[in-house]
């Protein structure tokens, strides 16, 4: 089972950029996928961003698709979410997760393991 803590939440004006975290510890070797979900009041846990631990590739929902960028350091063992061009739909709670395998999914129910979640909220 691997254990995530995200980081990196807080208030950021539309059109700005923030950073978040998430460390993993545990069982974090080459066959987990971690991924980005995001879910704001009243709406289902959303699909943001994926990346296979192994090979560094990355996937992404259109909504945020050219404006997000997934990564990892895997010396570190995070996962990075690095986010622009704030929209005010962007608001929500962005949650860390992993899943053994799995490459290329975006369903939340595919994943096992997730970090408690951080706020992000966009000012307009």
């Known amino acids: 089972q691997v254990q995530l803590v995200e980081s990196g939440g807080g208030l950021v004006q539309a059109g700005g950029s923030l950073r978040l975290s998430c460390a993993a510890s545990?069982?974090?070797?080459?066959?987990?996928?971690m991924a980005w979900f995001r879910q704001a009041p009243g709406e289902e846990r959303d699909f943001v961003a994926g990346i296979s631990w192994s090979s560094g590739t990355t996937y992404y929902a259109n909504a945020v698709k050219g404006r997000f960028t997934i990564s990892r350091d895997s010396a570190k063992s995070t996962v990075y979410l690095q986010m622009s061009g704030f929209k005010p739909n962007d608001t929500a709670v962005y949650y860390c997760?992993?899943?053994?395998?799995?490459?290329?999914?975006?369903?939340?129910?595919?994943?096992?393991?997730w970090g408690q979640g951080t706020q992000v909220t966009v000012s307009s």
């Open positions: 997760a992993a899943a053994r395998w799995n490459f290329g999914t975006k369903f939340a129910s595919n994943f096992a393991s």
């Open positions: 545990g069982r974090t070797d080459g066959s987990y996928t």
